[in-house]
Nanobody
Framework: QVQLVESGGGLVQAGGSLRLSCAAS????????MGWYRQAPGKTRDLVAT???????NYADSVKGRFTISRDNAKSTVYLQMNNLKPEDTAVYLC??????????WGQGTQVTVSS
């Protein structure tokens, strides 16, 4: 069973920063690309950012220039550095591991709340 564990969420004021972490098992992490998604109440789960095993990144337009995804292969962990947070960034943030269109697993999510 794929285990992905997110952490780092919390309450922050608009303009503030948070860093999310997603720890995975070594076997899963080394073979898969990693992604961050978010889901606000009553809304769809939307892509935030992805990073391939080779380190190539991709971002949703809404977070470009503010968020940075990175991966530490030695720690089998993917990070999401979020700067200049806005109230509309409020959501549950989830990470996943995937190869192509096949998703290996999802984490349980971590809540991010941005106050105005």
């Amino acid at each position: 069973q794929v285990q992905l564990v997110e952490s780092g969420g919390g309450l922050v004021q608009a303009g503030g920063s948070l860093r999310l972490s997603c720890a995975a098992s070594r076997s899963i992490f080394s073979r898969n690309n990693m992604g961050w998604y978010r889901q606000a109440p009553g809304k769809t789960r939307d892509l935030v950012a992805t990073i391939t095993t080779g380190g190539s990144t991709n971002y949703a337009d809404s977070v470009k220039g503010r968020f940075t995804i990175s991966r530490d292969n030695a720690k089998s962990t993917v990070y999401l550095q979020m700067n200049n947070l806005k109230p509309e960034d409020t959501a549950v943030y989830l990470c996943n591991a995937y190869t192509g269109y096949a998703v290996a697993g999802w984490g349980q999510g971590t809540q991010v709340t941005v106050s105005s």
